[in-house]
């Protein structure tokens, strides 16, 4: 009150004056300030609304989630091209008995047949609860070895020990193999239904890989008793695309199926699988 004594009337209102439009000044930035951290938190949302339905739809529309194959075996850039580049014939393909002759020459020289063991090495493949993908690939993919040269074909494998062969490596491992009249690559499947069962042939669109996945998948699933899921065809599979021969992926059965594990581990049961290709490339070949 004191101070007001020594100020004109003029000055007081004009004080006042300023004291609100200071006041009008600060809520309005306040105001703004406040508006801005909506649009911005706003923005932020959508651009996360955004992201999240982006990955929504190309998970729907994905190949791998509508099929069953595994994603190892669909066509990807290649990174491991140059490494089987620098290795000749004798180097990247190697017989089960290596040392010895990889010709069966006692017997009826037929063609030869690329066996190609799924996975191996740190690639596992699918697991089941007990065993990994990669070891039954190998056991039942040696047995198919010892009843195709029984049948008097000579018999190239991707690999005979638990090493790692990359994917695109594999066709071309096949296609440096002069001579080879077919390619069978041997592998499990996995599905998240756990009653999902049987055996699949997969394949690229051709007529003589559809002929050879029919007999596979017939033989097997006759021999084996399992259900026959019958032969899928898709382009995008790197082995059968990149082969320049008859090519097919046999998924001998599901891991994920408690039951069917059991059975593919079990070495008779691989046998009857092993007989079951063995039998379709044998009337594939014909005499
Ligand atoms: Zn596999």
Same mark, same amino acid.
């Given at each position: 009150m004191g101070s007001r004594t020594y100020k004109s009337d003029e000055f007081d209102r004009y004080s006042e004056r300023e004291a609100r439009r200071r006041e009008w000044y600060r809520r309005e930035m306040q105001k703004r300030r406040k508006a801005l951290a909506i649009l911005v938190s706003m923005g932020i949302g959508a651009i996360l609304l955004l992201t999240f339905l982006i990955v929504l739809i190309v998970k729907i529309f994905s190949p791998t989630d509508t099929s069953?194959?595994?994603?190892?075996?669909l066509n990807t850039p290649s990174s491991e091209l140059s490494l089987v580049n620098n290795l000749s014939d004798d180097e990247s393909l190697s017989g089960?008995? +290596?040392?010895?002759?990889? =010709?069966? +020459?006692?017997?009826?020289? =037929?063609g030869i047949i690329v066996i190609d063991p799924g996975h191996g090495g740190y690639d596992s493949g699918c697991i089941s609860s007990t065993k990994y993908e990669k070891d039954i690939d190998l056991e039942i993919a040696l047995a198919l070895c010892d009843k195709l040269k029984n049948k008097g074909f000579d018999v190239y494998m991707t690999r005979t020990d638990d090493s790692f062969v990359g994917i695109n490596d594999r066709a071309i491992l096949a296609n440096d193999?002069?001579?080879?009249?077919a390619l069978i690559s041997v592998h499990q499947n996995s599905s998240e239904e756990s009653s999902d069962e049987g055996v699949e042939v997969w394949t690229c669109d051709n007529e003589k890989n559809e002929q050879l996945a029919q007999l596979v998948v017939d033989e097997v699933s006759g021999l084996t008793g399992a259900i026959n899921g019958g032969v899928k065809i898709q382009d995008n599979l790197v082995i059968c695309s990149k082969a320049e021969m008859t090519a097919v992926i046999v998924e001998c059965g599901y891991l994920s199926n408690k039951r069917e594990a059991k059975n593919l581990s079990d070495p008779a049961y691989q046998e009857k699988i092993a007989e079951g290709i063995a039998v379709a490339v044998d009337n594939f070949i014909g005499p």
């Open positions: 069953k194959v595994e994603n190892e075996l089960p008995d +290596s040392g010895n002759s990889k =010709r069966t +020459s006692d017997k009826l020289n =037929r193999c002069e001579g080879a009249v």
